[in-house]
């Protein structure tokens, strides 16, 4: 057993099983703080769609929300610096960090000794021209280039992870490929001591879940977030179109699909979203997996005996 003072607290599943929840309550416990995982919750303005918990509702401090707009680019090596940054500092004054979320590359980003390269400015005009073209063909076709290109690397990136997409071009322009990195990451090791904890349910009824937490966004005025967004003139921003949630509702409003065939879409690409988590995670053989359909006091203590 390692003692919770001083180590990291990682909580990770699928979209949908209570990550947040359990997070604020063992910070809640431990006197910790939050430090997201979650790729889309960076975003300003993101919050219904991204499932951030209200400010009025938070009762400990986050890290790693809202640190850029819709329109800019945010890569696993800001977000690496950004949350070693707050893991230091937390650990620094006394107290708890729990990375929370279900975006996979950042959490190996905050917890793995593996570099991410700088933001180097000669790619700068390369990344542009790529995301000219992505937008330009649609993410399928892009990715149907790089299977003609580097078939081993489009094989391990879904096609709608346009981002991913264009980094992997980015590889092959410097002589390497996506498939050499991700054997990077394997021979990784962790940065800081780490107690990682897994919430699982059964896969028809973590689906029922996300049809329901749809649904529960559209009550919470998700369609008007996404109106708001493109008030601000953020119809253009190339991330926040790949959000699930904003792409979808964007075609509503584009007149290209009905209120009710967005919403199914949103719902489906949740499903597949939560389908790829699972197998990301599954790789983890140190994690340890809970039943997320348990009361939350049942999950904190499970997830204190842990510690």
């Known amino acids: 057993m390692v003692s919770a003072r001083h180590t990291v607290i990682v909580i990770v599943g699928p979209t949908a099983t209570g990550k947040t929840s359990l997070a604020e309550r063992l910070a809640q416990k431990l006197d910790g703080e939050i430090i997201s995982a ?58 708890q960090p729990i990375v929370c979320g279900g975006t996979g590359l950042y959490v190996r980003a905050a917890l793995e000794n593996h570099f991410f390269e700088d933001e180097d400015e000669s790619l700068h005009e390369l990344r542009q ?37 264009i980094r992997a071009f980015e590889w092959l322009e410097q002589g390497s490929s996506y498939v050499e990195q991700a054997q990077g990451f394997e021979r990784s090791k962790e940065a800081y001591p780490t107690c990682y904890i897994g919430l699982i349910m059964p896969r028809e009824e ?17 369609l008007e977030e996404v109106q708001g967004l493109l008030a601000k003139g953020y119809e253009q921003a190339f991330t926040a179109r790949q959000a699930i949630g904003y792409k979808e509702l964007k075609c ?48 904190t203590e499970q997830s204190r005996a842990l510690l």
């Open 38 to 95: 979650d790729s889309m919750q960076v975003y300003k303005g993101m919050d219904i769609g991204t499932a951030k918990l209200p400010l009025g509702l938070r009762t400990v401090a986050y890290h790693c929300v809202d640190l850029v707009n819709p329109d800019k680019e945010f890569s696993a090596y800001a977000y690496q610096k950004a949350a070693r940054a707050a893991m230091d500092d937390i650990l620094a004054r006394g107290k």
């Open 252 to 299: 509503y409003l584009d007149g290209e699909l009905s209120l009710e065939a967005a919403v199914a879409s949103i719902q489906q690409a949740t499903r597949r979203y939560a389908k790829r988590q699972l197998c990301w995670f599954k790789r983890y053989q140190q994690i340890v997996w809970l039943d997320a359909r348990l009361a939350l006091d049942e999950l």
């Open 129 to 165: 021209r790529l995301e000219t073209e992505a937008l330009t063909l649609g993410a399928e076709a892009f990715h149907a280039k790089l299977a003609e290109l580097d078939p081993q690397s489009a094989a391990l990136i879904h096609p709608n992870n346009v981002r991913r997409v």
């Open 206 to 222: 973590l689906y029922a879940r996300i049809n329901r937490r749809v649904e529960q966004m559209m009550e919470q005025g998700l």
